[in-house]
T-cell receptor, first 113, second 110 residues
Framework: SQTIHQWPATLVQPVGSPLSLECTVE??????LYWYRQAAGRGLQLLFY??????ISSEVPQNLSASRPQDRQFILSSKKLLLSDSGFYLC????????????FGPGTRLTVL | KQEVTQIPAALSVPEGENLVLNCSFT??????LQWFRQDPGKGLTSLLL?????REQTSGRLNASLDKSSGRSTLYIAASQPGDSATYLC?????????FGAGTRLTVKP
C-alpha cells in the first residue's frame, strides 16, 4: 500500500531564516506530487506541483521554491522566511490522469516569528 | 479564475440528524470534484470523488452529488455521529490545478 510522509510535523522559525520541508511517498512509482499551504481560516492554496523528477510548476509567485531530486521525494524550501509564510503545509500525491484522487500527507505546521 | 465557495462556514447539529453541506464553483469546466475531511491539525482524508461525467457517489452514510452545469455539489451525511465532527472541504480539479473551498466546520453534539 502507498504511504506519504512529511517532516517535520511542526516547526518554529525566526523571520529571515531558511526553510526545508520534506515529503516522501512509498509504494508507488512516478507519482504526481503537490505542495499546498493552508493559512488560518482559509482554504488550501496550491503552491507547486511536479509530474516527474526535475519538473516543477509554480502556481503562485512567492519566496518559496520546490525541488524533486528523486522520483518519490518532494522538497519545499525558502532562503529567507517571511511572517506571511506561517501556515499548515500539506504534500499530496496522485498517479495517472487528472481524474485520479489526490492523497494527502499529515502536514507540517510552520510558525514564523 | 476558478472560485470555490462552501456554505455554511460552520454547522452544529445534534447527533442523529441528517445534514447537507454545500459547495459551489464558478467554472464548470472541471475534471472532477472531491470531498475531503480534515480533523484539527491533521492532513486531508478523501471521502468521495465524483468525475465530471457522474451525478453522484455514495460511501456508507455519505452521498455526494454533482451538478456541473450549475456549478454545485452537495455532501449529504445521514444519521450524523459525534465522530463526524471535522472540517469538510470540497475541491474541484482541472488538469493539475485543484481549487479548494474554505471548508465547513461540522460539530455533531452527543
Amino acid at each position: 500500500s502507498q504511504t506519504i510522509h512529511q517532516w517535520p510535523a511542526t516547526l518554529v522559525q525566526p523571520v529571515g531564516s531558511p526553510l526545508s520541508l520534506e515529503c516522501t511517498v512509498e509504494g508507488t512509482s512516478n507519482p504526481n506530487l503537490y505542495w499546498y499551504r493552508q493559512a488560518a481560516g482559509r482554504g488550501l492554496q496550491l503552491l507547486f506541483y511536479s509530474v516527474g523528477i526535475g519538473q516543477i510548476s509554480s502556481e503562485v509567485p512567492q519566496n518559496l521554491s520546490a525541488s524533486r531530486p528523486q522520483d518519490r521525494q518532494f522538497i519545499l524550501s525558502s532562503k529567507k522566511l517571511l511572517l506571511s509564510d506561517s501556515g499548515f503545509y500539506l504534500c499530496a500525491w496522485s498517479v495517472g490522469s487528472s481524474t485520479d484522487t489526490q492523497y494527502f500527507g499529515p502536514g507540517t505546521r510552520l510558525t514564523v516569528l | 479564475k476558478q472560485e470555490v465557495t462552501q456554505i455554511p462556514a460552520a454547522l452544529s447539529v445534534p447527533e442523529g440528524e441528517n445534514l447537507v453541506l454545500n459547495c459551489s464553483f464558478t467554472d464548470s469546466a472541471i475534471y472532477n470534484l472531491q470531498w475531503f475531511r480534515q480533523d484539527p491539525g491533521k492532513g486531508l482524508t478523501s471521502l468521495l470523488l465524483i468525475q465530471s461525467s457522474q451525478r453522484e457517489q455514495t460511501s456508507g452514510r455519505l452521498n455526494a452529488s454533482l451538478d456541473k452545469s450549475s456549478g454545485r455539489s452537495t455532501l449529504y451525511i445521514a444519521a450524523s455521529q459525534p465522530g463526524d465532527s471535522a472540517t469538510y472541504l470540497c475541491a474541484v480539479r482541472r488538469n493539475n490545478d485543484m481549487r479548494f473551498g474554505a471548508g465547513t466546520r461540522l460539530t455533531v453534539k452527543p
